[in-house]
C-alpha cells in the first residue's frame, strides 16, 4: 500500500512538474534568431483573417519533392510549421524558379492574390505572375497567363500594395541590374490598368567599392509610416562564397515616387540599414508585418556563417525610427536574445 502511495505521489510531483514548465514555455518572452532554420529565401509574411501569420518563400526541394511556393504558418512571428505548397500545381506557362512570393487579401474581392515569378524551360527570361485562392494556404490557381515577361531576371521580386492615400493598387517589382519600378494594377488586381506605364523609382549603381551594395537592387518591399512610403530593397549578390548582401531604404511622400535614399538625403557611403555581422552573413529580401502592438517587424533571409550549408533561412527583428528613417538594432541581425512579438 505504501508503495503505491508513493507511486502516486511520484506520479503527481511529475505531473505538477511539467506543467510548472509548460507555464513558463508559454510565458517566456525573449527569442534567437534564427525562427526557421531550413531554406527559406525571400520571406514575405502576412496576418491573415484566421489570426495566423503565414510566411511564403521561394521554391525549394524537400524530401526529393519540389515545394513551388514553400507555406510556413506561426501564432507568435517566433514557432513556424511547414503546412506545404501554396502553388501545388505549376502555371502552363512556367517551370521552374518559383522565386519571392508575395501574398495580398482583398477584402472586398474576399480573395487572397498570390504575386511570384517563374521561367519556362523553351523561352529565356523570368515572367512575373498572379494566382488566386480563397484560403491562406492555398492552393492557388494561376490566371492562365503571365502577367509581364522580359529579358533575363529584370521582372522578379513583385510585391502588391494598396495606397492608403490615394486607394491605387499598386505593384512594385524589379532586377536584372535595372531599376526597381511600381505600376497601377486593374480593379481586379489580374493585370495592369489600361493606359498606364511602369515607372522607375531606385538605379543600380555600378562600381566595385565594396561598401556599394546597390550594382543589382531588388526586393523591393513598401510601407507607410508618419506619412512617409518606405521603399526596403535589397543588393547586390544575394548568394554563394561571395555573397555581398544587405537592405536600403528610400523613402517618399508618394507611393509612386520620386524616392530619396538614405544616402542622398543623409550623404551616407550607401543606404544600408542591415548588413553582415559575424554570425549572418547577406541579410535581406525582406518583407515588413504589425504584432498586435503596431509594432513594426522586419522579416528576412540571412546565411548562417557557421552552417551555410542549411541556405538562406528566416530571422526577424524590430525596427524603430530615429530622425525619419528605420532603425533596426546597431545595422545588423540580432544575435542575443530579444523581446518577442506582442501577440494577443
Same mark, same amino acid.
Given at each position: 500500500?505504501?508503495?503505491?502511495?508513493?507511486?502516486?505521489?511520484?506520479?503527481?510531483?511529475?505531473?505538477?512538474?511539467?506543467?510548472?514548465?509548460?507555464?513558463?514555455?508559454?510565458?517566456?518572452?525573449?527569442?534567437?534568431?534564427?525562427?526557421?532554420?531550413?531554406?527559406?529565401?525571400?520571406?514575405?509574411?502576412?496576418?491573415?483573417?484566421?489570426?495566423?501569420?503565414?510566411?511564403?518563400?521561394?521554391?525549394?526541394?524537400?524530401?526529393?519533392?519540389?515545394?513551388?511556393?514553400?507555406?510556413?504558418?506561426?501564432?507568435?512571428?517566433?514557432?513556424?510549421?511547414?503546412?506545404?505548397?501554396?502553388?501545388?500545381?505549376?502555371?502552363?506557362?512556367?517551370?521552374?524558379?518559383?522565386?519571392?512570393?508575395?501574398?495580398?487579401?482583398?477584402?472586398?474581392?474576399?480573395?487572397?492574390?498570390?504575386?511570384?515569378?517563374?521561367?519556362?524551360?523553351?523561352?529565356?527570361?523570368?515572367?512575373?505572375?498572379?494566382?488566386?485562392?480563397?484560403?491562406?494556404?492555398?492552393?492557388?490557381?494561376?490566371?492562365?497567363?503571365?502577367?509581364?515577361?522580359?529579358?533575363?531576371?529584370?521582372?522578379?521580386?513583385?510585391?502588391?500594395?494598396?495606397?492608403?492615400?490615394?486607394?491605387?493598387?499598386?505593384?512594385y517589382w524589379g532586377s536584372g541590374f535595372e531599376a526597381l519600378k511600381v505600376r497601377e494594377l486593374s480593379e481586379d488586381r489580374l493585370s495592369f490598368k489600361t493606359g498606364t506605364s511602369a515607372k522607375n523609382l531606385i538605379n543600380p549603381i555600378r562600381n566595385n567599392d565594396p561598401a556599394n551594395y546597390q550594382n543589382l537592387v531588388e526586393g523591393s518591399w513598401i510601407s507607410y509610416h508618419d506619412g512617409f512610403y518606405y521603399l526596403y530593397y535589397s543588393g547586390d549578390n544575394c548568394c554563394g562564397d561571395k555573397a555581398h548582401y544587405a537592405v536600403m531604404i528610400a523613402r517618399s511622400k508618394n507611393a509612386e515616387g520620386p524616392f530619396e535614399t538614405l544616402?542622398?538625403?543623409?550623404?551616407?557611403?550607401?543606404?544600408?540599414?542591415?548588413?553582415?555581422?559575424?554570425?549572418?552573413?547577406?541579410?535581406?529580401?525582406?518583407? *515588413? +508585418?504589425?504584432? #498586435? /502592438?503596431?509594432?513594426?517587424?522586419?522579416?528576412?533571409?540571412? @546565411?548562417?556563417?557557421? $552552417? !551555410?550549408?542549411?541556405?538562406? *533561412? +528566416?530571422?526577424? #527583428? /524590430?525596427?524603430?525610427?530615429?530622425?525619419?528613417?528605420?532603425? @533596426?538594432?546597431?545595422? $545588423? !541581425?540580432?544575435?542575443?536574445? *530579444?523581446?518577442?512579438?506582442?501577440?494577443?
Amino acid at each position: 500500500m505504501k508503495t503505491k502511495s508513493y507511486l502516486k505521489i511520484f506520479l503527481l510531483v511529475l505531473i505538477l512538474i511539467s506543467n510548472d514548465i509548460k507555464a513558463q514555455n508559454s510565458k517566456e518572452t525573449t527569442f534567437q534568431n534564427p525562427v526557421y532554420k531550413s531554406d527559406f529565401a525571400d520571406p514575405t509574411v502576412i496576418k491573415a483573417g484566421d489570426g495566423f501569420f503565414y510566411a511564403y518563400g521561394t521554391n525549394t526541394n524537400v524530401s526529393g519533392k519540389t515545394i513551388h511556393i514553400q507555406t510556413l504558418k506561426s501564432k507568435d512571428l517566433v514557432e513556424w510549421v511547414f503546412v506545404g505548397d501554396a502553388l501545388p500545381i505549376k502555371p502552363k506557362w512556367a517551370d521552374k524558379d518559383f522565386w519571392a512570393p508575395h501574398v495580398l487579401y482583398d477584402a472586398k474581392l474576399k480573395m487572397y492574390y498570390l504575386y511570384y515569378s517563374g521561367e519556362s524551360d523553351t523561352k529565356e527570361g523570368k515572367c512575373l505572375g498572379v494566382a488566386v485562392s480563397k484560403s491562406p494556404e492555398g492552393p492557388f490557381v494561376d490566371k492562365g497567363e503571365p502577367l509581364l515577361c522580359g529579358d533575363s531576371f529584370i521582372n522578379i521580386d513583385p510585391m502588391a500594395f494598396d495606397d492608403p492615400q490615394t486607394g491605387k493598387k499598386l505593384l512594385y517589382w524589379g532586377s536584372g541590374f535595372e531599376a526597381l519600378k511600381v505600376r497601377e494594377l486593374s480593379e481586379d488586381r489580374l493585370s495592369f490598368k489600361t493606359g498606364t506605364s511602369a515607372k522607375n523609382l531606385i538605379n543600380p549603381i555600378r562600381n566595385n567599392d565594396p561598401a556599394n551594395y546597390q550594382n543589382l537592387v531588388e526586393g523591393s518591399w513598401i510601407s507607410y509610416h508618419d506619412g512617409f512610403y518606405y521603399l526596403y530593397y535589397s543588393g547586390d549578390n544575394c548568394c554563394g562564397d561571395k555573397a555581398h548582401y544587405a537592405v536600403m531604404i528610400a523613402r517618399s511622400k508618394n507611393a509612386e515616387g520620386p524616392f530619396e535614399t538614405l544616402a542622398e538625403a543623409e550623404k551616407k557611403e550607401n543606404s544600408v540599414i542591415l548588413s553582415k555581422n559575424k554570425k549572418w552573413i547577406a541579410p535581406g529580401h525582406n518583407s *515588413i +508585418v504589425n504584432d #498586435d /502592438k503596431g509594432q513594426e517587424w522586419i522579416v528576412y533571409h540571412a @546565411i548562417d556563417a557557421d $552552417s !551555410p550549408k542549411s541556405g538562406r *533561412i +528566416v530571422l526577424i #527583428d /524590430k525596427i524603430t525610427y530615429k530622425n525619419g528613417w528605420p532603425i @533596426i538594432n546597431s545595422g $545588423s !541581425p540580432s544575435i542575443v536574445k *530579444i523581446l518577442k512579438p506582442i501577440v494577443k
